[in-house]
């Protein structure tokens, strides 16, 4: 018989419904919970996605039925993130050994494994899921006394999608702590003395919204290594514009910190007070973007000739047909399209394609 059915799936299938309003006299206020329900996204590991989510349907269904609420269907979305996982080391007698116990070497692409305690040669295993039993498991405060806690929570958010699992390198967290150095050698070394130059400073503010419409559609769309990834390049950009200075630096700067705060929470909160910003950028609202300073200052134009792509110019945005034309006619490789044919007409959709018609 079954007896941890009752209080671990059936008690935990309907709480969502309860903390709509935990102070209802009844179990469930059904005014609460027809205005929070369904819960717009569920998270949860892999071995939910059958037992806890199997439970938690039928329990709302049959509580929907009895009356309790109107809500059928307990959650909107679902996301089931993969795990943290490690290689496995053996000794000849199938004792488990730890990392930290190891040392591994790599000769000309052949790895192998030997117990530093007892030098003894070790078979390297599969990739599993960290668990005590195959001591396959790196300890959260070693890595934090090593690298901080901030650079562990960016690696593993970084590493991969977050529906993939994760395997756990130590390259990675060094990599990771790496770059958290950077961005605080930029917020450091900030001087809002410097005023800049005024084509750095309208660069560098471009690529500051360009990351802002990356890092916000990553994170919105569960692609934390793809909005990591282009914090990464952002940091190289900021630190490749030493001739920005003044409001755009600081933009960038506060900007910086705001998108990087999901991901390394101290840092920013650091970043932000060195920064000279009021208050914890906890509570400092989501850098917004704005698609006409992201905009470049030129833009690539197609050229077809009657339909088929021939070419393309680089011109400045905005450029008034007239102009594109008197551009398109000079280029030495249309002019080399044309030979022989008359030009009929030329179409320019402006900041989009030109289009010339010959016959």
């Known amino acids: 018989r079954e007896t941890d059915t009752l209080d671990t799936f ?5 709480y969502f419904a309860r903390f709509t309003d935990p102070t209802a006299a009844e179990p469930i206020s059904q005014t609460a919970a027809n205005h929070w329900l369904p819960v717009d996204q569920y998270i949860g590991g892999v071995e939910h996605a ?9 329990i709302t269904r049959a509580l929907s039925d009895v009356g309790l609420m109107t809500v059928k269907e307990p959650f909107a979305g679902l996301f089931t993130q993969g795990m943290v996982v490690h290689e496995t080391y053996r000794r000849a007698d199938g004792a488990w050994v730890e990392p930290t116990d190891v040392d591994l070497t790599n000769d000309n692409g052949v790895r192998s494994a ?22 396959n498991v790196v300890a959260p405060q070693e890595i934090v006394d090593t690298y901080g806690v901030d650079a562990g929570r960016l690696f593993v958010l970084s590493d991969s ?24 050698a930029e917020v450091d070394s900030y001087d809002p003395t410097f005023a800049g130059e ?34 990464y390049a952002f940091v190289a ?18 900007a910086l910190l705001r998108l990087v705060a999901p991901f390394t929470p101290h840092l920013a909160e650091e970043g932000w007070t060195r920064l000279g910003e009021e208050g ?36 400045a945005r905005g450029l008034e047909p007239a102009a594109v034309e008197a551009i398109v006619l000079a280029d030495p490789e249309v002019q080399a399209r044309l030979e022989g044919l008359t030009v009929r007409k030329i179409v320019v959709v402006k900041d989009r394609i030109v289009n010339v018609v010959v016959a």
Not at 198 to 224: C, Q, Y
Not at 238 to 246: F, N, Q
């Open 237 to 254: 950009t900021v630190r490749d514009h030493p001739k920005a200075g003044g409001d755009a630096r600081r933009q960038a700067l506060s």
């Open 114 to 135: 030997r117990q530093l305690s007892t030098g003894e040669t070790l078979t390297i295993g599969d990739i599993e899921k960290m668990s005590k039993s195959k001591k």
């Open 50 to 58: 059958v037992l806890h989510l199997l439970y938690a349907r039928f």
């Open 161 to 184: 999608p977050p529906e993939r699992d994760v395997q756990w390198t130590p390259g990675g967290v060094e990599g990771a702590s790496r770059f958290v150095q950077r961005v605080w």
């Open 280 to 315: 914890m950028i906890l509570n400092a609202p989501w850098p917004e973007y704005d698609p006409a300073l992201a905009a470049d200052d030129e833009v690539t134009l197609p050229i077809q000739v009657n339909g088929k792509r021939r070419g393309e110019i680089r011109v």
């Open 10 to 14: 059936v008690d935990s299938s309907w």
């Open 198 to 231: 005024a084509d750095a400073n309208a660069a560098l503010l471009r690529e500051t919204h360009k990351a802002i419409k990356a890092v916000s559609e990553g994170i919105s769309g569960f692609r934390f290594n793809s909005a990591i990834a282009k914090l």
